[in-house]
């Protein structure tokens, strides 16, 4: 009678951990979509990294800016992504280079690092839910192997849009990072592209043999 109880009782917690992740992987699902059909807007968020290696920890604010297949992505002072459907810039202005590829398979892709949500949530061994100021709040736990210890995820219960990510690495899998965090702003759907977004042409202009060639004020970047 025991072990019936026991099997039971697994079974229960099992079924509860897999209706955890159905729920956490359909807010994911649902606020990816939602950036998706709302084809511009601007999204402030704030990256932080901490280094596994010593006590650095770097705060960077980024912008995404976002219209229809064409996106801007503003990464501090030091670095910029634009994309305008086909041709793909990465403007690293630390090293002072631009990096030029036509990259249609970039189309729709909106840096925002919930892709893999579904994996992860997956491969996660145990979900706690906590409800408590307007935000619901994920802790993910993992197996040892695996590349994080836990994952943290906030989530508004207005809106049902993302406010936090939280990743703690694992000891056991090495990493050059501690943790990372990710907290987002709520999504400007009011946002208005200026005329010419996102503006390549001020990086690169196209040759009348068809090559990418680099503007006069960028002329001392170097181009891969």
Not at 54 to 65: A, F, G, I, P, R
Not at 93 to 121: C, K, M, P, W, Y
Not at 160 to 182: C, G, H, Q, W
Not at 192 to 214: H, L
Request: charged residues 25%; contains cysteine.
């Amino acid at each position: 009678m025991k072990q019936i109880i026991l099997v039971v009782c697994l079974l229960t917690t099992a079924l509860g951990v897999q209706a955890q992740k159905d729920e956490l992987k359909k807010l994911s699902a649902d606020y990816e979509a939602s950036l998706k059909k709302n084809k511009t807007f601007h999204l402030p968020y704030t990256l932080i990294v901490a280094s596994s290696l010593d006590t650095t920890v770097e705060k960077v604010q980024v912008n995404l800016y976002k219209s229809g297949a064409a996106d801007y992505l503003k990464i501090g002072a030091m670095q910029e992504v634009i994309h305008d459907g086909t041709l793909l810039l990465v403007v690293n202005h630390e090293r002072r280079q631009i990096r030029i590829g036509e990259d249609s398979t970039n189309i729709g892709s909106n840096h925002l690092l919930v892709s893999n949500f579904a994996s992860i949530i997956d491969s996660s061994r145990s979900i706690t839910t906590q409800s408590k100021d307007g935000i619901i709040h994920y802790v993910l736990t993992f197996a040892p192997g695996f590349i994080y210890s836990t994952v943290e995820l906030d989530f508004s219960k207005k809106t049902k849009n993302l406010y936090k990510i939280y990743a703690s690495f694992s000891d056991a899998t090495p990493s050059e990072f501690r943790y990372l965090e990710v907290d987002y702003k709520e999504p400007d759907f009011k946002w208005v592209p200026e005329t010419g977004f996102p503006n390549t042409d001020k990086y690169v202009a196209k040759s009348s043999n068809g090559q990418y060639v680099v503007t006069d004020a960028y002329d001392s970047y170097k181009v891969f």
